[in-house]
């Protein structure tokens, strides 16, 4: 797999989203609480804007979430799939954290 | 072939029957032309007296669009029935007409009773029946003067408190020993009488009423009693009783009953067989109703009769009472007074708390038989359907304050819970189960419980959470507590942050329920700018870029313009910003002026504009106060009595800021013409010659509602003083989400209880809201300012993290009207699957 810097671990908020650009591909970036980092795709998929990174971050029982602040879909970060609609999904993209530099991998 | 039915008198009764009709008869076969004396389409007369608190004509109106336009209705207003010819089968009207009937329905209600003490009809003197009756009283009302009401049971308790709403100081003249003599004995009568007079209201009882006397014009100047005592006024009221109105009986050969009214049977029929008689004129089997609930039995009686040719007889009636409005609880229910034989009494009085109840039980203490309650009438809408059952728990228990023992769960199916609306327990359980109702609005609609004099309320809560709705206050899966709790836990804390809540109180991470009202409550509590540190992540997209979130992921920019007050140069400078960063502008309802279109990206650079230019966050993107609209007022209109402008402005820089459960809007007219729409408002202030009128409650959006009045005549400082105390009572108690409607009608008690609390200070809080509101107020500061001095804050507004200046691909505009208007999104698809 091809890694793409994006930024600074530090940069990066617990529980905050941030988008960021994998070649065309809007993608919304999250560090949680516990400094688990996920990458998913930033278009909602209920509206087709790029929004899902300044969605609020939480968890569905115990499952890391994410809420699209369009029309507040729950979106799992692991999985990407909706939790509401189950059979929507949002693209996830394999992240890590080198040094100190935030890396997404390229699908 | 349709046939004529004449419905005679177009009240609450009558107006049921037709209802009644017109939804049996989906043939359509008869055709009904309805005469009303009155003015107006049948009101609630029932809630008549909210009419001088708050409530307009229309919103006391009981007909819909659909029924006015109902072809088969034929509604003639200000047109009485003047006599009836049984063998011609016609009704002549006070118009002159002569109108053919098959069948004929007399539903002409009553009219006060006017004892013929000398002076009776002198002017001054008043009855209290219809909307005209309270027009007259308002316009004789003199604040600060005593006003007198004859007669002391139920209504005229509703209009000695009419007259308070007033201003005026009322004095209530009742022949018998006690208040409300009807419904409550001895005992009760002592303790209403207490209750009343810490109201302000004086009570003379077992004071005859001499003479009305008159002044030199021959208009009210007092009133006289028997024991020689005078009472100077001008303003009396009679509220003696009634008498049905049974006049086009007699003519038209009708038999009466012998205590008056039309005499008809249990089917409500008189003795020709085409004519009826429904309502407080009619006498079923030779007694008089004066209540609501049995004229509605009584019209579905009827209606059965005329399409069906059949359904039951009257089955008698609930004569179940409840005074409303005075702030004084009294209820009387079934054989209050124990006239049974071998009656069995019990009585629990407790005069420090200024409460009294009493059961009545049959001879074998086994069945409920009817009962008293005075000073805190809590446990009459569980005991009230129990009249004539077996006792589900020991007396006392029944009674004890809070009406501790009992709930929903003690009453058996058929028990009738709503009595004005005759809805069964059975009714609205299967309601709540089949159509998955879940809050008592629900239950309203869907089962008309509830919708009348609203006694019956508390227990629709209670039968909603025996069906197993869940009413748990928990705000989410993370914390068990409701919003108001969360919030007096972080005020008593000290707590500054969601995760120290969380850690402490809650459970999991948190979400998008729980996030954004925490940030609310850290907010209206001061605790740091809205995107300090973790704050910041806890904020709906709104409040994390202060701005609107628009469909196409782009936002809206919204200055404050206090009171909607603006100068030429800041209009140009709008006009400017929106020009330069091409942004659709539009100006809205509520006299701001809305950018539309911005990046996230260029929000830090539109708003160093706006700042610079002296602007400030409008806060259009918040749940906080949205805007405080105004008229022009005294200065340049030349209908004002006050300066709106000054007091829109006054008010909106103070509130600035204020984060609430739900968006808050406000509005200040300069007078009664109300051209800013203030009653549509969360908060509304109408100008008077006196000061200003005070406003609360009301909304506009899915269910609008007209604002309610809070009180009246406030100096400029007791306006602030009121609304401070209102909002910030609001803030702390309301649900997340929650209007100040929905809030208001949340409470036990209502908008009384609100004007318990924030006007008269019950609960001794008052200090403590304003001492809150101050420090608001001391703490307010421009979001966006704050945002512009902080790099922090500004490297969050970027399209992307690793290409900060790179346009997303998702924004697209194209142009309309000379303007920009987004393109609608290339949808993905949804259902793609893509591998990490
Ligand atoms: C202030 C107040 C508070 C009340 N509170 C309660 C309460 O809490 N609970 C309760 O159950 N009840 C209450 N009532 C009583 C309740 O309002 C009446 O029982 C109910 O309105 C009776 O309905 P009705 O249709 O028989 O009479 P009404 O509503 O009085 O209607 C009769 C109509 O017929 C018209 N009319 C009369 N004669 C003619 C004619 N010849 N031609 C054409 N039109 C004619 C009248 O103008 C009137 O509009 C209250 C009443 C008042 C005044
Ligand atoms: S509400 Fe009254 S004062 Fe204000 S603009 Fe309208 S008419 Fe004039
Ligand atoms: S009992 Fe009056 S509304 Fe239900």
Redo the contacts with the bound molecule.
């Keep these: 797999m091809k890694w793409q810097q994006i930024c600074a671990y530090e940069s990066l908020s617990p529980e905050y989203g941030v988008p960021a650009l994998l070649g065309e591909h809007p993608v919304a970036l999250f560090r949680t609480g516990d400094g688990e980092l996920f990458a998913v795709g930033n278009v909602d998929p209920y509206c087709g804007a790029g929004v899902i990174s300044r969605g609020i971050v939480g968890d569905r029982e115990g499952e890391p979430t994410v809420a699209s602040p369009m029309l507040k879909q729950v979106f799992s970060l692991r999985t990407g799939e909706c939790l509401d609609d189950p059979g929507t999904r949002l693209p996830t993209f394999a992240v890590r954290r080198k040094d100190d530099v935030v890396e997404i991998g390229l699908p | 072939m349709t046939r004529t039915l004449i419905v ?7 107006h049921r029957l037709v209802e009644e009709v017109r939804a049996r008869d989906a043939a359509g076969t008869w055709r009904i032309v309805v ?4 003015s107006r389409p049948a009101y609630d ?2 809630a ?2 909210s009419y001088l608190d708050g409530k307009s004509a229309e919103d006391l109106s009981l007909v819909t669009h659909e029924f006015l336009d109902d072809p088969l209705v034929d509604l003639r207003l200000d ?3 003047a006599s009836v010819d049984r063998h011609a089968r016609t009704v002549s009207t006070t118009d002159g007409a002569v109108l053919g009937y098959d069948a004929l329905v007399l ?4 009219r006060p009773f006017v004892p013929p003490v000398p002076g009776h009809d002198l002017d001054g003197c008043f009855v ?3 909307l005209d009756d309270l027009d007259e009283i308002r316009d004789a009302a003199t604040e600060g003067k005593p006003g007198v009401v004859i007669g002391g049971g ?2 005229g308790l ?1 209009a000695a408190n009419a007259l308070r709403l007033l201003g005026m100081h009322p004095h209530v003249v009742e022949m018998a020993p006690r208040l409300m003599p009807l419904q409550v004995d001895e005992g009760g009568g002592q303790v209403l009488s207490r209750l009343v007079g810490d109201l302000g209201l004086t009570v003379h009882c077992g004071a005859a009423t001499q003479s009305v006397d008159a002044d030199e014009q021959g208009r009210v100047r007092g009133v006289t009693l028997a024991d020689g005592t005078t009472i100077d006024t001008d303003v009396v009221v009679f509220s003696a009783g009634v008498r049905p ?1 049974d006049e ?1 009986a007699e003519p038209a050969g009708l038999e009466r009953a012998e205590r008056g009214g039309i005499l008809v049977d249990d089917r409500c029929r008189t003795s020709d067989e085409h004519i009826y008689a ?4 009619a006498a079923v089997e030779g007694r008089c109703y ?4 049995p ?1 509605y039995t009584m019209a579905e009686v009827v209606a059965g009769q005329l399409v069906d040719a059949a359904g039951d007889g009257f089955p008698g009636a609930d004569m179940s ?2 005074l ?1 409005l005075l702030g004084v609880d009294v209820a009387s229910f079934g054989d209050a007074h124990g006239t049974t034989g071998g009656a069995l009494e019990v009585v629990y009085a407790n005069n420090a708390a200024g409460t009294y109840a009493k059961l009545v039980l049959s001879d074998d203490a086994q069945v409920l038989l009817g009962g008293v309650l005075v000073g805190d009438a809590g446990a009459y809408s569980v005991l009230r359907p129990l009249v004539g059952r077996e006792l589900p728990a020991p007396p006392e228990q029944l009674l004890l304050p809070a009406g501790s023992g009992v709930d929903a769960g003690a009453l058996p199916g058929d028990a009738i819970v709503c009595s ?1 609306n005759n809805v069964s327990k059975q009714d609205i359980t299967t309601a709540i189960t089949e159509q998955e109702l879940t809050d008592v609005a629900a239950v309203k609609g869907c089962t008309k419980a509830g919708t009348s ?1 609203g006694s019956c309320v508390p227990m629709l809560k209670n039968l909603l959470s025996e069906c197993g709705v869940s009413t748990s206050n928990a705000l989410c899966e993370h914390f068990p507590q409701s919003r108001s709790e969360l919030f007096e836990i972080v005020h008593a804390t000290g707590i500054q942050t969601f995760s120290e809540l969380i850690g402490r109180h809650g459970s999991g991470r948190g979400c998008d329920i729980c996030k954004p009202a925490v940030a609310s409550i850290l907010a209206s509590l001061g605790r740091g700018h809205v995107l300090d540190g973790e704050h910041a992540g806890l904020q709906d997209t709104n409040d994390r870029f202060l701005a609107n979130l628009q469909r196409n992921g782009t936002y809206s920019v919204v200055p404050r313009i206090p009171g909607g007050e603006i100068t030429p140069d800041k209009l140009i400078t709008i006009g400017e910003v929106a020009r330069d960063f091409g942004l659709y502008t539009k100006i809205t309802g509520g006299q701001r002026i809305d950018m539309f279109g911005a990046r996230v990206e260029q929000l830090p650079e539109i708003w160093r504009r706006l700042v610079d230019a002296g602007f400030e966050s409008g806060h259009a993107y918040g749940k906080a106060l949205r805007t405080v609209k105004s008229c022009v007022g005294n200065d340049w209109c030349r209908y004002g009595v006050q300066d709106s402008v000054a007091m829109a402005i006054r008010l909106e820089l103070r509130y600035r800021g204020l984060r609430s459960p739900h968006k808050l809007k406000s509005g200040v007219s300069g007078c009664a013409r109300e051209c800013a729409e203030a009653r549509s408002k969360d908060f509304g202030v109408i100008a008077t010659d006196k000061g200003w009128n005070l406003y609360v409650g009301g909304n506009g959006g899915f269910t609008p509602r007209h604002a309610e009045l809070l009180a009246a005549d406030l100096d400029d400082d007791g306006l602030v003083r009121l609304i401070d105390r209102f909002l910030m009572f609001y803030v702390r108690t309301a649900d997340r989400l929650q209007r100040t409607s929905a809030w208001i009608e949340s409470l036990e008690g209502g908008l009384e209880h609100v004007r318990e609390v924030v006007v008269e200070d019950s609960l001794g809080i008052a200090a403590d809201l304003e001492a809150a509101m101050a420090a608001h107020v001391g703490n307010y500061s421009d979001e966006w300012a704050g945002v512009l001095r902080d790099p922090h804050k500004l490297a969050r507004f970027v399209s992307f993290v690793n290409a900060p200046d790179a346009p997303d691909p998702t924004i697209s505009f194209t142009e309309e009207r000379g303007q920009i208007r987004p393109v609608s999104l290339p949808m993905p698809s949804i259902r793609q699957e893509v591998r990490a």
């Design positions: 005679v008198g177009h009240g609450m009764v009558g005469l009303g004396e009155e007369r029932v008549l007296s047109t009485g029935a539903a002409t209600g009553s209290y029946r219809t139920l209504l509703e109105r086009l429904v309502g407080e004129c004066g209540l609501v609930a004229g009472t409840k409303k004005c004099c």
